[in-house]
């Protein structure tokens, strides 16, 4: 397996352009997660999904969009990048069951895409 | 939601026991403790969690007070390869604090 993998590693935008960070997941986790990580910060959440079709926003969701229309895939979309927005993205996946409350559980953590917004 | 305190950084020596204290003392009944751990600039590592009984497996022991309202991380043999920032989370909602950045030294 290759677990959670993100693309790109690093990425440079002009203030205003748009973008997609991608995410997939090969272990059939049904939820899935993204966040962001200032330096000397913790991890903030900013969107998470628990199951296709459901998204649901954390505690930064303000400039970011998400769908999850697979199961594998849930990326994050920058609007109009800010350079407000310049930090390392994290996307994440987990077993879980959806009948529940969300739960932290056992989460599977992406490398992180590095995004510099100029 | 429940708050966490952590120091900000400890120290440990190599080959010692290091222990991780979390203070979490709002917790609700039904929410568990989970640790994770971030290796300088990857992304972070799942560890431990625990309810209310004590939890030991490969990586770590994780200790929680009868009351719930602390626990501590326990790495039984510190390596250079455990300098990393440690996350204690006491909630469900996905919220990962600073944690505390332990340097383990020769």
């Known amino acids: 397996n290759a677990g959670v993998t993100q693309t790109p590693k690093f990425q440079v935008l002009k203030t205003g352009q748009s973008m997609t960070l991608q995410c997939a997941q090969d272990?059939?986790?049904?939820?899935m997660s993204w966040y962001r990580q200032d330096p000397g910060m913790g991890l903030r959440l900013i969107h998470y999904?628990?199951?296709?079709?459901?998204?649901d926003q954390g505690e930064v969701p303000n400039g970011y969009n998400v769908s999850r229309s697979t199961t594998e895939d849930f990326p994050l979309r920058l609007l109009s990048a800010a350079p407000s927005q310049t930090s390392v993205y994290f996307c994440?996946?987990?077993?879980?069951?959806?009948?529940?409350?969300?739960?932290?559980?056992?989460?599977?953590f992406g490398p992180g895409t590095r995004l510099t917004v100029t | 939601d429940a708050k966490t305190t952590q120091p900000t950084s400890m120290d440990c020596a190599e080959g010692r026991a290091a222990n991780l204290p979390c203070n979490h003392s709002?917790?609700?009944?039904?929410?568990?403790v989970y640790w994770y751990r971030q290796i300088h600039s990857q992304g972070p590592q799942y560890i431990i969690h625990?309810?209310?009984n004590n939890e030991t497996n490969e990586m770590a022991s994780l200790i929680i007070t009868e009351d719930r309202k602390s626990s501590t991380l326990i790495l039984p043999h510190a390596t250079l390869r455990d300098t990393a920032v440690y996350y204690c989370?006491?909630?469900?909602?996905?919220?990962f604090g600073t944690g505390t950045r332990l340097q383990v030294f020769p």
């Open positions: 625990g309810l209310k």
């Open positions: 994440a996946s987990w077993e879980g069951d959806a009948r529940l409350p969300v739960k932290t559980y056992e989460q599977y």
């Open positions: 709002t917790i609700s009944g039904n929410e568990y």
């Open positions: 272990m059939n986790h049904e939820y």
């Open positions: 989370i006491a909630t469900d909602k996905l919220i």
């Open positions: 999904s628990v199951g296709a079709g459901i998204t």
